[in-house]
C-alpha cells in the first residue's frame, strides 16, 4: 500500500511516522487489495486550553470504493488506535458486501448456464 503523509502546520517526527505507517500496513491483513491511502494530522484549533487535542484524519482507498475516518485524542498514537479499530470494521463490512456481490453474480451466472446447457441436451435428443 502506498501511504501518504500529511501533517498540517506543524512538522511531525520521524518516529510519529514511522508509527502510522506501521499500524496502518496491518490492515493489509484484511483486505489485501487496498490500493493507497492518505494520512492527516492536525491540533484541534476549538479548544483554549494549552493541551490541544490530536486529529488523525485516513482516507484508505480499496477498488471502486474509499473508506474515511476521523479521529481525535491526547496524542497521534491514541487517534491512530482509535483510527485503526474503526478501519478495520469499514474494511470487514466492505469485503463482505463485495464477496456476497460476487457469490450472487456467480450463482446467477452458474443458475443461467445450467438451464441452457439443459434445453440443448434435450434438442439434440
Known sequence: MRLQVHAIHFDADSKLLEFIEKKLEKLETFYDRITSGEVY????????????????????????????????????????????????????????????????TIKEATTNGSEVAEEIEIEEI
Request: aromatic content about 4%.
Open 41 to 104: 494530522l492536525r491540533l484541534d484549533k476549538s479548544e483554549s486550553s494549552k493541551v490541544k487535542n490530536k486529529v488523525l484524519e485516513v482516507k484508505i482507498k480499496v477498488p471502486n470504493a474509499e473508506l474515511f475516518v476521523k479521529e481525535s485524542g491526547k496524542s497521534f498514537e491514541e487517534a491512530t488506535d482509535l483510527a485503526l479499530e474503526a478501519l478495520k470494521i469499514q474494511i470487514k463490512k466492505y469485503k463482505a458486501k463485495r464477496q456476497e456481490v460476487e457469490n450472487k
